[in-house]
């Protein structure tokens, strides 16, 4: 799976997803309080329409209406007509009043005034809350208020309630996207270091924070898991190191007698021959031996305590002049464009078996006729060595693999060395600080070594004699 | 020759001892450093093979106090590992040559040998010649009766170094760390091909060969017999 793919959409789900329920909750909130309200305010609106009416009715104790009709003749002049009055006749005439009912009927009507039937200079539509009552005397009495308050009411909830959504809206997003980043952040933290454990940078470990929260603990025990993978590692490579460095003694005695015992068996004889053949097998074990506690060496520093200046592009010129003829034995071409005067800090020694072995691992590794390059030059700041071939390539999936100790691509083993040739390349390029990969060269296979800067001295710098060498 | 073999390892140093014994050489044994010392400066010996860790007192100390004393015996030290640095601060100390732990008995005594009879520095030599075979050291030159031969630099190096140690056996590891310090083991055959290079250079048609392979041990350059 895809871990890159899957990262980034997880957080933005779970934004979005914190976005939607802010927002749902919010809806829910202003819906109830748009209803309430408005509820409210029509409930007054009643109330306000059914006291006026109660009051009316009162002024008028005997029957006759005539005290009605003064009150609203008074009210009905109301320039802003907030208050609307009808008194009609028993079948249904207006007798006075500035709004006409379709019908008579006691109880709660809702009208638009004006109708089609009843123009009027007023022009202005008005929607109607009439509650009507019949009289004592036959008469219908209506009261009227105008909803425009509760519709004005209606609008401001609904203009409130849409902006204030937009401002949720864009605070849920604001909210879902700094909660993912920072949970990306610490997710990415814990990530950095799976990845940089696993790319075999062993000694890495979570930054844990101050506020010990899930992530830490997280933290914490993903570094008590990667204290104990350490300690398992350095034991395994002790071990070996420690089978290395304890067989060498009875190896190096058993090689002792072989070879008395060789100097005793007869000249031509098949004993002496056999015994020959033993030796050349111990060699061969105890060269392994030497060579994986020699990468042990490298690999703890100790080198650089001996590091002096010296002359990268002569230790070049003497590696290539000494394979050139080895190369043609082998039918390959081996031919280098070696720039003068690079002067490094660093290990002379170990240099040359650096460059040795890897072009001794093209002239082993590829075909007759192969052709082998060697350049070595300065780039920017860096010196930069390459040895390429055009022989058949490392399959892009191999050529990570090709540096840990014992890998051969040739799965037989039957070939020449002990598979600790490009573990030891490796290790001096990193005790160097140089980095060293196999880059892709189609065709064939192409090593590229950059030495760093930080080494790299200027050539035009004072020599410093090669007697300093416990420098650091 | 007499030999002073300090070397703590008992079963290494009787092996040593044995074989040196049996090419007809005298071998005194110290089994630690103080015995060591003692033997080296008193004895009057042709070369010292010194262990660099000992009881009492290290290799390197005996070296370094032995030339402090201007005593110029010639010392071969054995090392455990074969760094950059142990072999520098064994130079410095004034070691004439060193060893890895473990060797073939072969090149101990070919190195033991290039060690004894090693000119005295004073005698500067300019042409080395032997055989008909003459090389100018100053004007880098190589005559073969009366033919001059074209080498080139290393090429050249090679036959110097056989010259200089003519009638003596010297090694593949000798020769690498020599000619061109290479202090490790390729894994191609670099001496094989570049004496055999060599090898068709000096030789003349039907003139004898004068570079011989001692089998299982090395190279010698010598006038046919």
């Not at chain 2, 140093?13 to 033997?39: C, F, P, S």
Request: aromatic share 6%; hydrophobic share 45%.
């Amino acid at each position: 799976m895809n871990l890159a793919d899957w990262r980034p959409r997880f957080w933005l789900r779970l934004a979005a997803l914190q976005a939607l329920v802010f927002l749902a909750l919010a809806g829910v909130l202003f819906a109830g309080l748009y209803g309430g309200m408005t509820a409210y305010a029509r409930k007054q609106l009643h109330l306000d329409v059914e006291r006026e009416l109660a009051a009316l009715v009162a002024e008028d104790p005997t029957g006759d209406t005539a005290d009605v009709e003064r009150v609203l003749r008074y009210r009905g002049n109301d320039e802003a007509r907030l208050g609307w009055y009808a008194l009609f006749a028993a079948d249904g005439k207006l007798l006075m009043g500035n709004f006409v009912l379709p019908e008579l009927r006691a109880g709660w009507h809702e009208i638009l005034y004006p109708d089609a039937a009843t123009p009027v200079a007023d022009q202005d539509e008005h929607r109607l809350l009439v509650l009507a009552q019949p009289l004592p005397n036959g008469r219908w009495l209506a009261v009227g208020r105008d909803t425009f308050l509760l519709t004005e009411l209606e609008e401001l909830y609904a203009g409130f309630f849409g902006w204030m959504s937009l401002l949720t809206l864009l605070l849920a997003v604001a909210g879902g996207t700094i909660v993912s980043r920072r949970l990306r952040a610490r997710t990415d933290a814990l990530r950095s270091v799976t990845e940089a454990v696993g790319a075999g940078e062993l000694s890495r470990r979570v930054i844990l924070t101050p506020g010990n929260d899930e992530f830490d603990s997280i933290g914490g025990h993903v570094n008590e898991m990667l204290d104990r993978i350490e300690q398992l590692m350095e034991r395994l490579r002790q071990v070996s190191l420690d089978v290395a460095h304890d067989l060498r003694t009875p190896l190096s005695r058993l090689r002792q007698k072989l070879e008395s015992a060789q100097e005793a068996a007869a000249e031509g004889s098949s004993e002496r021959d056999m015994i020959a053949a033993c030796l050349s097998d111990v060699d061969g074990i105890l060269s392994t031996f030497a060579a994986l506690l020699r990468i042990a060496r490298i690999e703890d520093g100790s080198p650089r305590r001996s590091f002096a200046r010296l002359d990268l592009s002569e230790v070049f010129r003497t590696v290539v002049d000494a394979l050139v003829p080895v190369a043609e034995d082998a039918a390959h071409l081996l031919t280098a464009d070696i720039q003068t005067n690079i002067f490094v800090e660093g290990d002379r020694d170990l240099l040359t078996q650096m460059l040795v072995n890897i072009v001794e691992n093209a002239i082993c590794h590829t075909p007759s006729g192969t052709r082998i390059r060697v350049t070595l030059a300065r780039e920017a700041e860096s010196f930069v060595a390459i040895v390429h071939d055009d022989g058949p390539g490392i399959p892009a999936g191999e050529r990570e693999r090709i540096f840990r100790p014992f890998v051969r691509l040739d799965a037989s083993r039957t070939r020449l060395g002990n598979g600790l040739g490009l573990a030891l390349v490796k290790a001096i390029a990193d005790v160097h600080n140089a980095t060293v990969v196999v880059g892709d060269s189609e065709p064939g296979t192409s090593f590229r070594v950059v030495l760093p800067p930080s080494l790299a001295s200027d050539s035009e710098a004072a020599h410093t004699s090669a007697g300093a060498a416990d420098r650091r | 020759m007499r030999l002073l073999i300090i070397e703590d390892d008992q079963q290494t140093a009787e092996w040593l001892a044995k074989g040196l014994r049996q090419g007809g050489h005298v071998v005194d044994i110290a089994a630690d450093g103080r015995d060591g010392l003692y033997l080296a400066s008193t004895g009057d010996y042709d070369v010292a093979v010194i262990d660099r860790l000992l009881p009492r007192l290290d290799g390197l100390s005996i070296v370094r106090t032995l030339r402090g004393a201007k005593n110029a015996l010639p010392i071969l030290v054995l090392t455990a590992l074969g760094e950059t640095a142990e072999r520098v601060e064994g130079l410095n100390a004034g070691a004439d040559d060193y060893l890895t732990k473990p060797f073939a008995f072969s090149e101990l005594i070919a190195r033991v040998q290039a060690l004894a009879r090693r000119p005295p520095l004073s005698s500067i030599e300019t042409t080395l010649s032997i055989g008909g075979l003459t090389v100018d050291l100053v004007r880098r030159t190589v005559v073969r009766d009366g033919h001059a031969i074209d080498l080139q630099g290393r090429e050249f190096q090679l036959l110097e170094y056989l010259m200089r140690n003519a009638d003596r056996v010297v090694t593949r590891t000798m020769l690498l760390e020599h000619v061109w310090e290479f202090h490790f083991d390729p894994k191609t055959s670099v001496v094989e091909t570049h004496i055999s290079r060599l090898r068709a250079k000096i030789g003349r048609g039907s003139a004898p060969e004068l570079i011989h392979t001692i089998r299982g041990m090395g190279y010698s350059l010598r006038e046919p017999r």
